[in-house]
């Protein structure tokens, strides 16, 4: 997937910069060279190549160091403030899978 995204803590002013690994309904995963702590709650602002930058809000569910580099793995789960939201990101995640499977036919 490889898009990037600006996280930042709803508790802290910091924004660290991160790259999403892999989305799916729940959520998203992105690796960055620091931690987050889990349970807290964090903006997440995801670039997009043809479109306006996607913003949601998340859960940190984990944060892991990957062996062997400098760079974390952060699983996040998202949370919907209203279903347009919950619809932005359906479509956002539908889009990804559709480009994705357009890539394995050509």
């Given at each position: 997937l490889l898009e990037y995204a600006m996280v930042r803590s709803?508790?802290?002013?910091?924004t660290i910069r991160s790259v999403v690994i892999d989305v799916s309904l729940g959520g998203l995963q992105v690796r960055?060279?620091?931690?987050?702590?889990?349970?807290e709650i964090?903006?997440?602002s995801i670039g997009r190549v043809d479109a306006h930058p996607l913003s949601i809000e998340?859960?940190?569910?984990?944060?892991?160091?990957i062996e062997e580099t400098d760079l974390y793995s952060t699983?996040?789960?998202c949370l919907h403030k209203d279903n347009n939201g919950r619809i932005?990101?359906?479509d956002y995640v539908h889009a990804i899978f559709q480009a994705q499977g357009e890539s394995l036919v050509s």
């Open positions: 709803k508790k802290r002013s910091d960055s060279r620091k931690p987050f702590p889990t349970g964090y903006s997440l998340a859960e940190a569910r984990y944060s892991v160091p699983g996040f789960r932005e990101w359906v």
